[in-house]
């Protein structure tokens, strides 16, 4: 195993990503069109927020019970993105190894992480990409 290898070596470096001024639909839109689980927020260049599809279930009732759609309409027209995401979300340098990445993701108890490089967004990675990379090395 590679014991210094970078997290850009597995992170996602196509990232969908949202504005802090996008509206809810949109992130919806993007989570179920692209089967996407965490989406960075940007203000500008910066990384304001994660939201995740779990955040996103959590405002809809119409998966849970008939005829709930317009509740879920007026949910979603009453909060906005900065409501509903994680503010401030921790980030990881991609230099950072992937050690040190799953150490993060463990103790920390993250899903995703933003990976940022000279302070922009370069990529995100998981815990899924993490333990994809742990299985290639047995």
């Given at each position: 195993?590679?014991?210094r290898?970078p997290?850009?070596?597995i992170?996602?470096?196509?990232?969908?990503?949202v504005?802090?001024?996008?509206?809810?639909?949109?992130?919806i839109e993007l989570?179920?069109?692209n089967?996407?689980?965490?989406?960075?927020?940007?203000?500008g260049?910066?990384?304001?927020?994660?939201?995740?599809s779990t955040?996103?279930?959590?405002?809809?009732?119409s998966?849970?019970?008939?005829?709930?759609?317009?509740a879920?309409?007026?949910?979603?027209?009453?909060?906005?993105i900065?409501?509903?995401?994680?503010?401030?979300?921790?980030?990881?340098?991609?230099?950072?190894s992937?050690?040190?990445?799953a150490?993060?993701?463990?103790?920390?108890?993250y899903?995703?992480?933003?990976v940022?490089?000279n302070?922009?967004?370069a990529?995100?990675?998981?815990t899924?990409?993490?333990?994809?990379?742990?299985?290639?090395q047995?």
């Amino acid at each position: 195993m590679k014991r210094r290898e970078p997290v850009s070596h597995i992170m996602t470096k196509n990232v969908f990503t949202v504005k802090i001024t996008d509206d809810l639909h949109e992130v919806i839109e993007l989570v179920k069109k692209n089967h996407i689980r965490h989406l960075p927020v940007l203000d500008g260049a910066e990384v304001v927020g994660i939201i995740s599809s779990t955040d996103i279930n959590r405002l809809t009732f119409s998966s849970l019970f008939e005829n709930q759609e317009g509740a879920d309409e007026a949910i979603l027209e009453m909060l906005s993105i900065q409501q509903v995401m994680t503010q401030k979300p921790r980030t990881v340098e991609a230099s950072l190894s992937i050690r040190e990445v799953a150490e993060i993701l463990t103790t920390e108890e993250y899903h995703a992480l933003p990976v940022v490089e000279n302070g922009h967004l370069a990529g995100i990675v998981t815990t899924t990409d993490v333990i994809k990379y742990m299985l290639e090395q047995y």
